[in-house]
C-alpha cells in the first residue's frame, strides 16, 4: 500500500477507505480538457475500475487544456489514448475505454452498474441526459462546465436535486469550449475539483458534496459555493431520445433548414410555422437539430398550447 501511504494518512482515508476506493465503479464521460486533471487523479488514487467514454479524436487545436494529449496524439481517439496514460500511471486499476460517444440509445447500458458518474463532456444535451438517468436511478453525478474563464462544479442526484432542477430552462446561447474559447487553466482547476468531490463522495465524507455547487471565476479569482438540497424538480422537462427510439405514429420535426432528415417520417418546419399549424396533439412530438437547443426553445414555446409528450433529438447526442 506504498503507493497510496500518503493519501492513507488522511483520517478520513485510511485503509478502510482506500478499500472502499478500490472496489469503485466510476463513469466518465469525455476525455477532453475537464478529463485531463480528472482521470489521472482518480487513477492516481486507485479507483479499481474506471470506464471511460468518448468519441472524439485529438486535435492540435485542443492541446492547450487537454494535457494528457501529446502532439503525435492527433487523430487517435480520445478516449483511448487516454486510458493508456491512466494504465501507465496505475497498473493496479481497471481502465475501459469506450470509443464513441455517448447517445441516449447507448446511456442506459453505459450506466449500469456503476457507482458514480463524472461528467466532462462539452455538451448540454449530453449533461441532461445523463442528469435524467441518473436521477432515475439513484446515481451521484458530478457534473461541470467551463466557458472562458469561469465554470461550474456541482454534487447532482444520487438523492440530491438534478441537474434540471438548479437549471430547468434551456440555456441562453448554444456557447461551448469550441465556439467560444477558454482558458486552459480554469478547465484544469474545474476538473480537480470534480476528481476532488468524486473522491468525497466515494468516502462518504459529511457533508456531502451531493446538493452543493461551486462557482469560479478566474477573472476576479472569486469563487461561490452554495447548496441546493432543497431545489423543486421542474413539473415539465423535456428529455432528449435517440433516433432509434423514434415511433411510427410520432410527430417529427426537422428544425434545421439546411440538413438532411434525421429520419424517413420526419418533417422540415420552423419555430413559427410550427406554431400556426401544430399537428394532431395526441401524439408524440419529437423537435430535432443539431445540439438539441433550437429544439428546447421550441418546446418551450409550444407546451403551454401542446397537451402532448414532447422530446428532443440533438443530432450531436444521437
Known sequence: MSR???QMMLPEVGAAGQARLSTARVLVVGAGGLAAPVLPLLAG???????LID???VSLSNLHRQTLFQETD???????????RCSALNSEIEIVAVAHA?????APLVLADVDLVLDCADSYAVSYLLSDLCHAQKTPLI???VLGSGGYVGGFCGGAPSLRAVFPDAPDNGASCETAGVYGPVVGMIGALQAQMALNILLEHVPSPLGQMVQLDCRSY???TFRF???PEPEVSFPFVAIEELQADDHIIELRADAPLLHPQAKRSDPEMLLQTLPNPQKRLVLCCATGLRAWRTAERIHPIWPGEIVLVAASAS
Open 102 to 106: 455517448l447517445t441516449p440509445a447507448n
Open 45 to 51: 488514487a486507485g479507483i479499481g475500475h474506471i470506464t
Open 55 to 57: 468519441g472524439d479524436v
Open 229 to 231: 438540497d432543497h431545489a
Open 4 to 6: 497510496y501511504a500518503r
Open 143 to 145: 457534473s461541470a462546465s
Open 222 to 224: 472569486r469563487s461561490t
Open 74 to 84: 492527433c487523430g487517435r481517439p480520445k478516449a483511448e489514448v487516454a486510458a493508456q
